[in-house]
Nanobody, 119 residues
Framework: QVQLVESGGGLVQTGGSLRLSCAAS????????MGWFRQAPGKEREFVAG????????SVADSVKGRFTISGDNAKNMVYLQMNSLKPEDTAVYYC????????????WGQGTQVTVSS
């Protein structure tokens, strides 16, 4: 059974940095795409960044490009989201997600971790 556990959220001031971690377990993820999503109060959940463990290609939403970086450690089954130059509008619950690379939808989700950026 796939489990995704996020950590690293918290309260930070505008301009600060946080690194989120996602520990994945339950299967071999070599042919999976891992993603980070976020959901702010009253808003839809939105894609933030993704990484293909096979090949290592990444994608980042325009809203965070140049500030957020996604990376992965295959040996440890860990995915990270480095968030720099944080803004109040980055405040949200951040979720780790996984899907087989051949699938179109993310079907495994973590419980989320809260990120709050104060102005």
């Amino acid at each position: 059974q796939v489990q995704l556990v996020e950590s690293g959220g918290g309260l930070v001031q505008t301009g600060g940095s946080l690194r989120l971690s996602c520990a994945a377990s339950g299967r071999t993820f070599s042919r999976y795409t891992m993603g980070w999503f976020r959901q702010a109060p009253g808003k839809e959940r939105e894609f933030v960044a993704g990484i293909n463990w096979f090949g290592g290609s990444t994608s980042v939403a325009d809203s965070v490009k140049g500030r957020f970086t996604i990376s992965g450690d295959n040996a440890k089954n860990m995915v990270y989201l480095q968030m720099n130059s944080l803004k109040p509008e980055d405040t949200a619950v951040y979720y780790c997600a996984a899907r087989p690379q051949v699938a179109s939808n993310f079907n495994y989700w973590g419980q989320g971790t809260q990120v709050t950026v104060s102005s």
